[in-house]
């Protein structure tokens, strides 16, 4: 499926991969609705990219994505402000620091929020609109974090997996009417989300949204990123649980 | 040193980034403001002296302290806050260049000055007052210090301004280090268009057109600098080629957007994508002790012909700046004897005249630099400054294992510098190795150096704050 001409609607872009797949949607002449939580740095983001096009091609929206209720109103203001939207890539994600002996539901709660029920009500209403227009298409960045559960952050692991399990169903709903549904698996990708983790190797945040459109373009429904992800993630989930649950990875 | 739990002094072999200078001290690496002022405190009662030192990437011996102490503060390294409004940034003083851009570009600003590489600390570039290739626009690293917080040797803290502390700002920033340590400093960054620059490669074809080419260029350009063929003789002697970066307009260069992706702006670590560059040194090592430097300078001068017709052309901040940072561990190459950086800053009348002697003196002893490089310069507010209305010109020697060239090294680097001081020249703490301490108040005047030294009286009393520079140059 080619990329459409329409409004892109880019959930959590104020940084990170959100921000730069929203730089390339704007780069290649969309209109895109930058959507947040914080106010200053989405605005100030979205002021960027115009200044540096010198044009608007970015609008903000402040949003926040654990509040599920406003999404549909959202969604109709954007059309209506904008005009008919094509494309929603939902990247907004939490990653709280937890303790290996920590098992606090407040933060297990903003993480299920922001990374799976947020995930749903915005696909909910973009297939809500896409599936009469037989057209459109929704990208998921989940995480290879949902391939399976592991000693560090179990509900992280969970909001993902939860997120690429909706999606598969959603996908399997929508597909066969022409409307794409894709999910993104990044490995470690250098964002203000990860920056203290000292991960090795992360691939830049504008490569991996380079990687994002692409699998959009090529109609992909399940893209790792970068595609090695794919390999390392197969052996993971192959582990046995027997070992699995005696490994610190 | 055992008056404090929280101190463990480890001894170490502390060395300048050119390894040929440094010695044997015990080190502490601090975490927090407390740490410093218990490590000041423990080791004033003891009658010791403190060197403070940030990422190690002086050349000589401004961070090394032989037989003392030493403060490593590179433990302190946190970006407390960027404002992206006002594109200031609050650092701890081990915080590098490197820390500072990777949040300021994300906002699509950067640091109003930066050095040659990106491991420089922030409270080293403060405290050497550093300066960069558009020195002659912006000034230096201090000009664009807001503010900042300094630990005083007897355990004050004292904030300081342009107008709330004006003698204590303008003395701390470029006193290397020897009227307290920088515990937090306000930095301004500055505002961008693109993730690139537009980048011209000049081909000059001896030392009179490098420095009309800096004349010519200086009110058009936003940075200027200039490798020198510092093997070039006769005609061509002081050839180069020169790099002039211009920053970009709004909507000039539309795709420079995404290199506002920090990731974007690191050097390449592989040469033609698959060689890792940690491994040239050894090739470069080979081209030094073989003496076949003047060959690949040659050869490097002769490339830039074609860098010339293929400009401009654009490039990321950070290929563009962090020249130093492409290969790593590159001072390798000079082992085991190390590299000295012989840095003469000559004002604009004598530039010309001055240089060319000091490039002929090097031929005539036999002692030629691997690189030169030559910039511009404008004279800044600070106390201990070491910025001219003129040029400076940085060489580097390879220092050899042998002693007897070892010390003729030095003794052609003081004749050099006799010349640089009798024109009126200056030089810099961040750089030198060789200055002797009849030449201090030579290069900043006599009232200057008492106006510090009544400074250093007055903060540090007991004289906790020491270098081998700083006794080297009688401070």
């Given at each position: 499926m080619a990329s459409g001409s329409g409004t892109c609607i880019v959930v959590g872009s104020s940084s990170g991969i959100g921000l730069a797949v929203a730089r390339r949607l704007a780069l290649a002449g969309r209109k895109v609705a930058m959507l947040a939580r914080r106010e200053n740095e989405l605005r100030t983001q979205a002021a960027t990219v115009n200044d540096a096009l010198a044009q608007q091609r970015a609008f903000p929206f402040v949003h926040d994505a654990a509040d599920l209720d406003a999404v549909e109103p959202l969604f109709a203001r954007i059309e209506q402000e904008l005009?008919?939207?094509d494309e929603v890539h939902y990247v907004a994600g939490v990653m709280p620091e937890v303790a290996i002996d920590e098992f606090d539901v407040g933060k297990d709660r903003l993480q299920v929020q922001v990374n799976m029920l947020g995930c749903i009500a915005w696909g909910n209403a973009a297939a809500r609109r896409f599936l009469p227009r037989r057209a459109g298409c929704f990208v998921g960045v989940g995480s290879v974090a949902g391939d399976r559960g592991r000693v560090g952050r179990p509900v992280y692991n969970a909001s993902k997996a939860g997120m690429d399990c909706y999606l598969e169903g959603l996908r399997n709903r929508l597909w066969r009417h022409g409307v794409q549904v894709t999910t993104i698996k990044p490995g470690p990708t250098q964002t203000p989300m990860t920056a203290n983790l000292g991960l090795k190797n992360a691939i830049p945040a504008d490569r991996a949204a380079e990687l994002i459109l692409r699998a959009r373009d090529r109609g992909r429904a399940i893209a790792y990123v970068p595609g090695k992800w794919r390999v390392i993630m197969f052996v993971i989930r192959n582990i046995p649980s027997f070992l699995f649950r005696r490994l610190s990875i | 040193m055992t008056e404090t739990t929280s101190i463990a002094w480890r001894d170490e072999d502390v060395r300048g980034f050119g390894m040929a200078v440094g010695g044997a001290a015990r080190v502490f690496r601090p975490t927090t403001v407390e740490q410093v002022a218990d490590a000041f405190a423990a080791v004033r009662a003891a009658g010791g002296s403190i060197a403070l030192r940030g990422a190690g990437c002086s050349y000589g011996d401004a961070a090394t302290n032989t037989n003392g102490h030493v403060l490593d503060l590179s433990g302190m390294r946190a970006v407390h806050a960027f404002d992206p409004a006002t594109g200031v940034a609050i650092v701890e003083p081990g915080a590098t260049i490197r820390d500072l851009w990777r949040r300021s570009i994300e906002h699509a600003h950067w640091p109003r000055v930066v050095s040659?590489?990106?491991?420089?600390?922030l409270g080293g570039a403060a405290a050497m007052n550093i300066h960069g290739k558009n020195n002659y626009v912006l000034g230096s690293f201090g000009d664009s210090v807001r503010a900042f917080d300094l630990l005083t040797p007897r355990g004050e803290l004292v904030h300081c301004t342009r107008e709330g502390q004006p003698e204590l700002f303008h003395a701390a920033l470029g006193g290397f280090g020897m009227l307290g340590c920088f515990t937090r400093l306000w930095i301004e960054t500055k505002r961008v268009h693109s993730g690139r620059l537009r980048v011209w490669g000049i081909v000059a074809k001896d030392l009179e057109h490098n420095l009309q080419l800096l004349e010519d260029l200086r009110d058009k350009a936003d940075y200027l600098v200039s490798w020198v063929d510092?093997?070039?003789?006769?005609?061509?002697?002081?050839?180069g080629l020169m790099h002039r970066a211009d920053h970009l307009g709004p909507g000039e260069d539309p795709d420079g957007l995404r290199y506002f992706d920090p990731g974007l702006q690191e050097v390449p670590s592989t040469l033609f994508g698959v060689?890792?560059?940690?491994?040239l040194w050894p090739g470069m090592w080979c081209a030094v002790h073989l003496g076949r430097v003047g060959l690949v300078n040659a050869m490097k001068f002769a490339v830039g012909a074609r860098e010339q017709r293929q400009s401009p052309y654009l490039q990321t901040h950070g290929a563009f700046h962090f020249l130093?940072?492409?290969?790593?561990?590159?001072?390798?190459?000079?082992?085991?004897g190390g590299l000295i950086q012989f840095q003469p800053f000559v004002p604009r009348a004598e530039g010309a005249r001055v240089l060319r002697t000091l490039i002929e003196k090097c031929h005539a002893a036999g002692h030629v630099p691997y690189l030169g490089v030559l910039k511009r310069h404008r004279p800044d507010p600070f106390l201990m400054t070491h910025a001219v209305d003129g040029y400076s010109m940085a060489m580097d020697f390879a220092v050899s294992a042998r002693k007897s060239a070892r010390e003729s090294l030095w003794t052609l680097c003081r004749e050099l510098a006799e010349i640089v001081l009798t024109a009126g020249g200056r030089f810099y703490y961040a750089k030198d190795a060789v200055l002797l301490a009849s030449s201090f108040a030579r290069v900043h005047g006599e009232p200057t150096v008492a106006k510090f030294r009544a400074l250093k009286a007055q903060w540090d009393p007991d004289r906790l704050l020491q270098t081998d520079l700083s006794r080297r140059l009688g401070v």
């Open positions: 005009g008919p939207v | 040659g590489t990106m491991a420089v600390s510092l093997h070039g003789k006769g005609a061509g002697l002081g050839r060689v890792p560059k940690a491994w130093l940072d492409y290969v790593p561990r590159w001072q390798w190459m000079t082992k085991p």
